[in-house]
């Protein structure tokens, strides 16, 4: 088995370099790439395929649009890429459907909400219940946020100070982690 070797794009120009960096893969190096999209795009609407993300990350590489920096590699680097653009179709789809609004806007609730993404919102907060059940700040946070609360709101409202509001996300993304479920609760 071969080292693992990391391709890290050199400095001279950054376009050229990533293309250097890219024509340097290995196949194992563009499977890992491969499963990285695959994971990524795994929530993401249909429409979108794990090839569009890692397509979409190689464009924005070599057109410019995102920068490498000096000593990341490039799977890293394209990783982050793609990690980016799942997290903007998420916000688009958020923003176009009102995925967690409770309302259309207008004041009047959906009369009649998707069973599938009912249930799934029922397991879910089932689940950051099960798992903030013992943590009193972190349960006011979550009350704040599913109120649609900013951060400031949420500390004024819970008189919790911001190092204690920024403890506590750290605390709470690093258990969603622990347990592997970030990925839903974006």
């Known amino acids: ?21 890219l024509a340097a893969l290995s196949e194992t190096d563009l499977l890992r790439l491969k499963a990285i999209a ?14 569009d993300l890692l397509n979409e990350a190689v464009a924005r590489a070599l057109d410019g649009t995102r920068q490498c920096p000096p000593g990341v590699g490039i799977i890293a680097f394209l990783a982050g890429i ?7 179709h998420w916000r688009r789809l958020r923003r176009e459907t009102g995925i967690f609004a409770l309302s259309d806007g207008e004041g009047e609730a959906d009369p009649a909400p998707d069973p599938e993404r009912t249930l799934a919102a029922v397991q879910a907060l089932a ?18 946020l599913a109120g649609g609360l900013s951060a400031r709101e949420i500390r004024e409202m819970y008189s919790l100070s911001e190092t204690d509001y920024d403890s506590t996300r750290k605390r709470m993304r690093r258990l969603l982690l622990k347990h592997g479920i970030a990925w839903r609760f974006r």
């Not at 088995?1 to 960096?21: C, F, H, L």
């Open 82 to 88: 793609m990690r980016s653009i799942a997290s903007e």
């Open 1 to 21: 088995m071969q080292p693992k070797r990391r391709i890290v794009p050199d400095d001279e120009d950054s376009t050229a370099g990533i293309a250097r960096a």
């Open 38 to 51: 695959r994971l990524r795009a795994r929530d993401l609407p249909p429409d979108v395929g794990w090839s």
């Open 127 to 144: 689940t950051l219940d099960a798992l903030f059940a013992g943590d009193l700040a972190a349960s006011q946070i979550l009350a704040g």
